[in-house]
């Protein structure tokens, strides 16, 4: 009953106005996974001279940064608010594969995969963080009452947009690689998506923030 007060306390302007928001917020983050992660990572660390070694890091560095959510969980908790650190996560996400293109011409390859893992796990950390506290913020933004029917057509917009994004990507590649300036394109790629990083930061700037509905954190023995 409390709960259902609390989502009629907001302004229903401001809900339709932050639900708009995440939709778009979602896009533009999805399309920055799209550029910066799957076969154009690997091309990336192929290029660099990456073994198998550096193929296992690939693989292990996103699933230590999600187990990383179980502690980030009791921070969403804690924290009186989530705009401020989900805008910085997202930041810091665009600025360090933003870093990775000037450092490629900086470094020699040995060198530039070590400092590429190091900006890599940085980006995914933050990732986690900011994945649990948009996960508090759009449960107490998006009414029970509409949940599953927006979430269903924000889905939708979402992998409407990342298939032609990565059908245009895989093209714009292809015509680079074929030219003999694979790297080029790949950088590009990862400027893009740091591009649409900062953006889906910003948009989250504008997205509104409802009163948090208070949930006392459990231990962390009762997530094992």
């Not at 910066?36 to 230590?64: D, E, K």
């Not at 949940?147 to 590649?173: D, E, K």
């Not at 080029?184 to 910003?202: K, P, T």
Request: proline share 4%; charged share 15%; glycine share 10%.
């Amino acid at each position: 009953m409390g709960k259902e007060n609390e989502e009629g306390s907001a302004q229903p302007g401001s809900v339709r106005r932050g639900l708009a928001i995440s939709t778009w917020q979602g896009i533009f983050t999805t399309l920055h996974i799209t550029c910066c992660q799957g076969l154009y990572l690997t091309g990336f660390v192929t290029l660099l001279g990456g073994g198998s070694v550096a193929f296992g890091l690939l693989a292990a560095i996103p699933l230590f940064a999600g187990a990383l959510q179980i502690v980030t969980a009791q921070l969403a908790c804690r924290l009186p608010f989530r705009r401020g650190p989900s805008v910085i996560a997202l930041l810091a996400v665009g600025c360090a594969w933003f870093l990775t293109i000037p450092l490629t011409h900086l470094f020699e390859s040995r060198q530039m995969l070590a400092l590429f893992f190091l900006l890599f796990a940085l980006s995914q950390c933050y990732m986690a963080i900011q994945a649990n506290l948009w996960m508090s913020w759009i449960s107490d933004l998006v009414p029970s009452r509409i949940r599953g029917r927006y979430f269903a057509f924000r889905g939708m917009m979402i992998s409407g947009t990342n298939l032609v994004v990565a059908l245009l990507a895989g093209l714009f590649l292809d015509r680079w690689k074929g030219d003999g300036r694979e790297m080029e394109g790949i950088l590009i790629l990862f400027g893009v998506g740091a591009f649409f990083a900062v953006i889906s930061a910003l948009l989250l700037v504008y997205q509104h923030e409802p009163p948090k509905i208070r949930v006392e954190p459990r231990p962390l023995i009762r997530y094992l």
